[in-house]
Nanobody, 123 residues
């Protein structure tokens, strides 16, 4: 059974920082892209950051470039998202997803999801 468990969300002030973590278990093969996604109330889930199998390549949404950093520790099956210079518009439920897939339109998704961790940024 595949499980993704996120942690690290909470309340932050604008300009502050939070670090999200995700631990993955139950995936039967090595080597897959992982990613962070978020969903704000009334909006569709969107990708935030994607990282390659070995961590050597990342893709960041334009809205978080220069502020967020994605990283992974394959020895721990763990994924991280360091969020700096937080803005109120970053408020959302953040999900860890693996393996990351892309649909015909190029839209990112994932085969498995965590339960989400809430990030709330106050102005």
């Amino acid at each position: 059974q595949v499980q993704l468990v996120e942690s690290g969300g909470g309340l932050a002030q604008a300009g502050g920082s939070l670090r999200l973590s995700c631990v993955v278990s139950g995936l039967l093969y090595n080597g897959y892209r992982m990613g962070w996604f978020r969903q704000a109330p009334g909006k569709e889930r969107e990708y935030v950051a994607i990282i390659s199998r070995n961590g050597g390549s990342t893709v960041l949404a334009d809205s978080v470039k220069g502020r967020f950093t994605i990283s992974r520790d394959n020895g721990k099956n763990a994924l991280y998202l360091q969020m700096n210079s937080l803005k109120p518009e970053d408020t959302a439920l953040y999900y860890c997803g693996a393996p990351v897939v892309q649909g015909p339109s190029g839209r990112y998704g994932a085969d498995h999801w965590g339960q989400g961790t809430q990030v709330t940024v106050s102005s």
